[in-house]
């Protein structure tokens, strides 16, 4: 079994309210799943957002924590809300209604990784589902509550970067013949879960670093973006999205010859990004 639900970098001293994420990047499989899956040590890491960690592993020095994953994706997804359980993967569980997610198989304990490859032949126990639930979704999201309330005791404010990575395929359907596709996608739940300002802000760093940015399509954000965006109390949660093809090799799952050069180029979007949060660019938060 993974050792932790979680791992988190701190800054040495936090000057912004700007809390860093990565919930599937987590590669610690455990022996007693890889045995039970239908799937290889490689196939199983399809859905994982591979180095999205070390891409952004910079953010202490700008003076933001950063949490990640320490269990993968394909185990329990940290994206999830606990109640979305598959039926046609645990027992017990009746249908709840249509849920896109659940029905695809991405569910709070995943059924499938990418392209629909199933993980497992038959169902698993509902408590092995609450297990997973338990030991690992639990304490990743009362760590990362505990860092946004510090941030909103601190500032009067917290914005939340939650960090994904998405196949370079992803953008097939929304790619534009003539023009340069996006590179990331920015995902506020069409302006419920970030003030546009804060969202702007955002795209302005990945942009001034030269990368092409959109917004919501197609992905919007999932249960992190929408269960912790509440811009009303001055907490924001913006999903970042970032085209796989540019720092790794997908089929191979290995960083590729871009991998330095990119991880470079998302420190200087860390540092603007937390610029966004430093007590000075809100003076309310004092009053």
Known sequence: MPQRAFHIKHPEKRTTSVVF???????????????KTLLGEHSVRSSEDAFVDQLFDCVPQYGAPLIMAGVPRAYVDLNRSPDELD?????????AGHNPRIASGLGVIPRVVANGKAIYNGKISMLEANRRIETYWRPYHAALRLQLDNAHREFGQAVLVDCHSMPHE?????????????DVVLGDRFGAAAHESIVDRVE???????????????????????????PAREQHAVQVEIDRALY??????????NFDAFRELIERVVAGVAEI???SEYPLAAE
Do not use: W
Request: one cysteine or more; aromatic letters at 8%; a positive charge.
């Open 21 to 35: 994420a990565s919930p599937h990047s987590g590669r610690n499989y455990p022996q007693s799943f890889l045995r």
């Open 277 to 279: 949060g430093r007590a």
């Open 170 to 182: 992803a953008m097939d359907s929304v790619a534009r013949t003539g023009v340069r596709r996006p």
């Open 248 to 257: 790794m090799d997908e089929k191979s799952i290995c960083p590729n010859e």
């Open 87 to 95: 039926p046609a993967l645990i027992e017990g569980v009746r249908s």
């Open 204 to 230: 302005a760093a990945f942009a001034d670093a030269g990368l092409i940015v959109t917004r919501n399509t197609p992905f919007a954000g999932a249960f992190v973006t929408q269960h912790y965006g509440r």
